[in-house]
């Protein structure tokens, strides 16, 4: 009986409940790519979303590619799903789409900062085998490997010419640490107008059970606070018009560039009738 309750009360849970049926459509070979991208049965669907997102916006602006982030690989479960999602939305729509994976490559750094949530990670969570990873990969991303206040500057100055070809369009934060996390917005503050379209789409992992003054919502707070040129906001009311209702949806969030060059420049996609958020 508690085994029977336990999987009950988990089924009551929108994003368990999702969970299982992503499993259940990617067990049956005949529901198309097509379908469960539609209806986001597929694994990361906020990756999936995002991916879709940046490529759309990149469409509109008449750019060939767009780069799409993950910060905080871990053992790479996450950068894989995103690489599978940026070849279809590659397919589908013509662009190149690439995909970068920033980590430590050590696991969780020390810290004694308690905007960290030194109560819920520790020192060494998540490590990584970066070899056994690249395996995985098979070139289908690219792994920047030490500290990200470190490799987010210098990725900007090595991949200068590449961004301004494809933009970055995505984001994923998965870093735990709000001292981390605020070291990654250093690619907001730095890239150039040509190196990131106007608004990019971004998933906050670590949001969920927290204060707003801990992890990562303490280290968007700052960061709207000190930058002038930018703003990192929620999506509203973004659930209510996805399918199933995704919990993940609240963890969506968008960067505005207000003074970028084509901030206010009408996005096309928003004209088809077959246009949704």
């Known amino acids: ?26 067990r049956v070979p005949a529901v198309p790519d097509t379908l469960r991208y539609s209806f986001g049965l597929v694994d990361r669907p906020m990756y999936a979303y995002g991916a879709r997102k940046a490529v759309e916006l990149a469409a509109s602006a008449g750019y060939s590619g767009v780069t ?13 799903a995103l690489s599978r999602h940026a070849r279809h939305y ?18 969780l750094p020390e810290s004694t900062d308690y905007r960290d949530l030194l109560y819920v990670w520790n020192k060494g969570q998540y490590p ?4 056994d990873l690249r395996d995985q990969l098979r070139g289908s991303a690219e792994l920047v490997l030490g500290d990200v206040a470190e490799t987010v500057p210098g ?18 934060f998965d870093l735990d640490y709000y001292s ?40 968007i707070a700052d960061f709207n ?14 659930r ?7 919990a993940w949806a609240d963890q969506i969030f968008e960067y505005h560039r207000f003074d970028h060059r084509d901030y206010n420049r009408h996005e096309s996609a928003r004209d088809s009738p077959t246009w949704r958020p």
């Open 155 to 172: 990725f900007l100055r090595t991949h200068s010419e590449h961004l301004a070809r494809n933009p970055l369009g995505f984001i994923s």
């Open 68 to 80: 799409l982030l993950e910060f905080g690989v871990g053992s790479g479960g996450g950068l894989q």
């Open 240 to 246: 209510s018009h996805l399918p199933f209702d995704p």
């Open 128 to 131: 990584m085998d970066s070899a």
């Open 90 to 107: 590659s397919r589908s729509s013509g662009l190149n789409v690439h995909v970068v994976g920033f980590d430590s490559g050590s696991g």
């Open 1 to 26: 009986m508690p085994d029977f309750l336990h999987t009950l009360r988990d089924w009551s849970m929108s994003g368990l409940r999702l969970q299982s049926m992503i499993r259940t459509a990617e």
């Open 225 to 238: 606070g000190e930058d002038k040129h930018g703003y990192i906001g929620r999506v509203n009311a973004l």
């Open 180 to 219: 981390s996390t605020a070291s990654a917005f250093e690619i907001f503050r730095s890239a150039r107008d040509e190196q990131l379209l106007p608004r990019i789409t971004s998933y906050f992992d670590d949001i969920i059970t927290i204060l707003d003054r801990t992890g990562e919502l303490a280290a």
